[in-house]
Nanobody
Framework: QAQLVESGGGLVQAGGSLRLSCAAS????????MGWFRQTPGKDREFVCA???????FYAESVKGRFTISGDNAKNTVHLQMNILKPEDTAIYYC?????????????????WGQGTQVTVSS
């Protein structure tokens, strides 16, 4: 059973940085597409960014220029470097993966999810 485990969440002041990591286990080959979503209470889970194993990355407009996603194919891991954090970035961040090569930004485009890690940005 493939699993995704997130780490690196926490509390940071506005303007600060955090780095999230997502490690995949129970799978011997690399997912073609992995990404990050986030969710706040009462709202739908929203796309943040994703990376394809051919190197392409894509981002939500709200994080473009501040967040950077990277993939480590050898370790089947993805990282999310978050800079210039804002209070509105506060959310539970979920790692997601799919066996498809996709440019998908919907939760329906991904079929494997981590448990989530809390990110809180104080003003």
């Amino acid at each position: 059973q493939a699993q995704l485990v997130e780490s690196g969440g926490g509390l940071v002041q506005a303007g600060g940085s955090l780095r999230l990591s997502c490690a995949a286990s129970g799978r011997t080959f690399v997912w073609p597409t992995m990404g990050w979503f986030r969710q706040t209470p009462g709202k739908d889970r929203e796309f943040v960014c994703a990376v394809r194993r051919d190197g392409y990355t894509f981002y939500a407009e709200s994080v473009k220029g501040r967040f950077t996603i990277s993939g480590d194919n050898a370790k089947n891991t993805v990282h999310l470097q978050m800079n210039i954090l804002k209070p509105e970035d506060t959310a539970i961040y979920y790692c997601a993966a799919t066996g498809k090569w996709t440019w998908g930004r919907s939760i329906r485009d991904y079929d494997t999810w981590g448990q989530g890690t809390q990110v809180t940005v104080s003003s």
